[in-house]
């Protein structure tokens, strides 16, 4: 376990993942969480985080701030998934090397992979193979991340972990009808329909591609396990070890919000890659298992979205 009266700082508090971390924290009763809003604290420059970093003097780093976004924003603005994730983490991380950081979890992403790798995915085949290309920019900065990690810890002896999660939601989603990922986009869309009393939900895509989901409550669980128990260079994936198509996504999420519609798949938008699995049998064999089935973490999502009409985030990417 991390020392609970330690300085504790988690970037994009605001977040669908920094803000679970920072619930999750104060659930264990950490009294000295510290976040700073993009206003106050720009992550992309060195100035102002390394002046930030030395006044501060947090002992734990959570850098799970990221430019995300689904599968569209991901292939039409991939400048801005690269540029502003490798600012942000080389920023980030030097800042912790200068300021004594006892530890670092850095947050990366299960598209780090090679798009046909074989299922599930092992921690062992990173850069074994050609990305996908609808999120090739995201994931060669989340590359870069692992692997300034792993070079801090072989330079510097920084204890700098590498977290790799599977598609993630739950509260503090982004609902950008363009720019989130599936399950807030299907949430949304299907809501808006059934307002609309319309009797078609569309599904962008064919419906095939294979997809794992986490609840970002149980990624909170899981960095905070990481920080206390794990200490080795390279990425540890977190995930369920459970995949479902998108038709079968899509089901479920229809049964939440307007059961009685039917579903049409429109294949002029992309796929992406057809299978992403995570074996998890590493984070298993320490002994972390997920807790939120899919079924009960949509039905919270859901719930989430209709009562915070004025907390939803719509930005295309954030
Ligand atoms: P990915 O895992 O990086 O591909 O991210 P997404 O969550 O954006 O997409 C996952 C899959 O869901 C892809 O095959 C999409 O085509 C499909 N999908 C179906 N409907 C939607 C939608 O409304 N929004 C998004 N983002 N994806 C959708």
Known sequence: MI?????????????????AVVRHLQSL??????????????????????????????AYVFHVAGTVGGI???????????????????????????????KLLYLGSSCI???DCPQPIREEYLLTGPLEKTNECYALAKIAGVKACDAY????????????????????????????????????????????????????????????????????????????????????????????????????????VHPSAELVFDPSKPDGTPRKLLDVSRLHGLGWHHRIPLEVGLQQAYHWYLEHPAGRRMSVAD
């Not at 510290?34 to 030395?54: G, I, M, Y």
Request: glycine share 8%.
């Open 3 to 19: 020392d609970r009266q330690a300085r504790i700082l988690v970037t994009g508090h605001r977040g669908l993942v920094g803000s």
């Open 29 to 58: 009763g950490c009294s000295q969480i510290l976040t700073a809003t993009r206003q106050e604290v720009d992550l992309r420059d060195p100035r102002t985080v390394e002046n930030w970093f030395a006044e501060r003097r947090p």
């Open 72 to 102: 569209w924003a991901n292939s039409t603005r991939p400048v801005d998934f690269l540029h502003d994730n490798l600012l942000m983490q080389a920023v980030v991380l030097r800042a912790a090397w200068q300021s004594g950081v006892q």
């Open 113 to 115: 992979y090679p798009r």
């Open 153 to 256: 810890r072989q330079q510097y002896g920084c204890r700098f972990i590498s977290a790799m999660p599977t598609n993630l939601y739950g509260p503090n989603d982004n609902f950008h009808p363009d720019g989130s990922h599936v399950i807030p986009g299907l949430l949304r869309r299907f809501h808006e329909v059934k307002l609309a009393g319309q009797p078609t939900l569309t599904v962008w895509g064919t419906g095939t591609p294979r997809r794992e989901f986490l609840h970002v409550d149980d990624l909170a669980v899981a960095c905070v396990f990481l920080m206390g128990k794990y200490d080795e260079a390279g990425p540890i994936n977190v995930g369920t070890g459970e995949d479902i198509t998108i038709h079968a996504l899509a089901e479920l999420v229809r049964d939440v």
